[in-house]
């Protein structure tokens, strides 16, 4: 169980450097928003592994809480960048 433990931990610190450097990096708003979607879910498997190995479901409010985040954030990123594009092309 810790040798899963470990890979899982190495796995998801290795996902969020990547979306951390993309966040960074990005070249739009877009890329942005998609590399923060992808930490936020990153950090939402960690505490679902956590909670996992250590059989306790007190964080489950908190992965809830955060998926709705995530989804209404990205919604609201995609609903401005295209208004913006509309009014660009007009």
Known sequence: MTVVAVVVTTLLAAGAVLALVRVVRGPSI????????????VIVMAIAAEAAFSRD?????????????????????????????TEETS
């Open 30 to 41: 877009l890329d942005r928003m998609v590399a923060t979607d992808v930490l936020l879910a």
């Open 57 to 85: 479901s007190t964080g489950l409010p908190v992965l809830a809480v955060l998926s709705i985040l995530g989804f209404t954030g990205a919604v609201s990123v995609a609903r401005f960048a295209i208004r913006r594009r």
